[in-house]
């Protein structure tokens, strides 16, 4: 049986490049799941303000989300057999109380 997850959508366009020859029209639709609610965390990441900008806020909590979704799906995966345990530390220490 498989776990109930949230659906999401991303989209992904190029604005600008800074390099012309690089440049692309191409649009990139991803489909994907997380079994966290990914507005709620975002929004919970852009309230502590540990960021610059609210941009980067949510830069910060969508691409952790996406970081860690994959890294829990392949935890015995080679790549991450030493960064799963810091990564744990990680994800205390950004959830503690500031």
């Known amino acids: 049986m ?5 659906r ?3 989209t992904l366009q190029q604005l600008s490049s800074v390099r012309e020859e690089n440049k692309t029209d191409d649009i990139l639709e991803l489909e994907f799941t997380n079994h966290d609610e990914l507005f709620v965390i975002i929004n919970a990441i852009k309230n502590r303000q540990l960021f610059n900008t609210e941009n980067e806020s949510i830069e910060f909590a969508l691409g ?3 970081f860690s979704e994959v890294l829990i799906k392949n935890r015995k995966h080679p790549l991450f057999e030493e960064l799963g345990p810091q990564f744990g530390e990680f994800m205390k220490k950004l959830k503690a109380k500031p």
């Not at 498989?2 to 949230?6: D, I, P, R, V």
């Open 2 to 6: 498989e776990k109930k997850a949230n």
């Open 8 to 10: 999401y959508l991303l």
């Open 64 to 66: 952790l989300k996406l």
